[in-house]
């Protein structure tokens, strides 16, 4: 049965980093006004957890979207494993230059989400740094 509306299939993942909010060109007592106990000189981390929504039309043959196992396998590779375990700041790239927030972090998951999918899906990340925090960024 084809269907011409869109669908939208949800996976979601899980990775543990360390980070510090601060801004290279404040002092310290500006850094610790703006981002409090998050501009801990030792850092500190989360349990993040990330949502990847996928939205198109089912492939009339095989009745899927996408094989959620391609999705899972995707997430891994270019999220997880990519930031699992790791000191944001010191170890990751993308954040050499850019301040590792919630927001920061879910942008960059999605860059590196987006870039290996085909373009007729539509994309959405949301990744919680907290059961009350969460960040979401897409098409």
């Not at 106990?37 to 492939?59: A, M, R």
Request: with cysteine; proline share 2%; charged share 35%.
């Amino acid at each position: 049965m084809e269907n011409e509306k869109e669908i939208s299939v949800y996976r979601r993942g899980h990775f543990n980093a360390a980070h510090r909010l601060f801004v290279n060109d404040w002092d310290f007592d500006q850094n610790q006004k703006v981002f409090g106990k998050c501009n801990n000189p030792y850092f500190h981390g989360h349990n993040y957890e990330i949502e990847v929504c996928l939205t198109g039309k089912i492939d009339p043959i095989t009745g899927m979207l996408i094989n959620l196992d391609d999705l899972k396998k995707l997430i891994s590779e270019e999220v997880e494993e990519y930031l699992d375990h790791k000191n944001l700041n010191e170890q990751i790239e993308e954040f050499k230059n850019l301040n590792p927030t919630v927001e920061n972090i879910c942008i960059v998951a999605y860059n590196r989400i987006r870039k290996k999918l085909d373009e007729k899906y539509k994309v959405r990340v949301r990744l919680y740094e907290t059961k009350r925090n969460y960040a979401e960024y897409g098409d």
